[in-house]
């Protein structure tokens, strides 16, 4: 069993209100958790234009794991309200 984690920072340059930046990330969350079989969870801030996410997948193989997170990364990446800063995976 491998269980990996991606760690997601990302910019919303458009928002400018907390209600604005939680509906962007909700609607995020929501479209990745429906299309994949993922746990996902935003780390809490009072930053308007700034957001953590974390994402977590258990899988039977290392093959796997990457296919989703590559996946994952490119449907993040086609969201034209977002900006990513960076990706950080892990194997736990």
Known sequence: MVI??????LHIPDSNSLKS???IIKSLK?????T???SISEE?????????IYIVSV???NSHLDSIFEKIKN????E???VVIDYNREIL
């Open 4 to 9: 990996g984690l991606l760690t997601v920072d």
């Open 21 to 23: 930046k939680r509906f």
């Open 75 to 78: 449907m993040i990446d086609k």
């Open 80 to 82: 034209p309200l977002i």
């Open 44 to 52: 809490p801030n009072n930053l308007w234009q700034a957001a953590q």
């Open 59 to 61: 899988t039977t193989d």
């Open 36 to 38: 994949f079989n993922i």
């Open 30 to 34: 929501d479209r990745l958790r429906n």
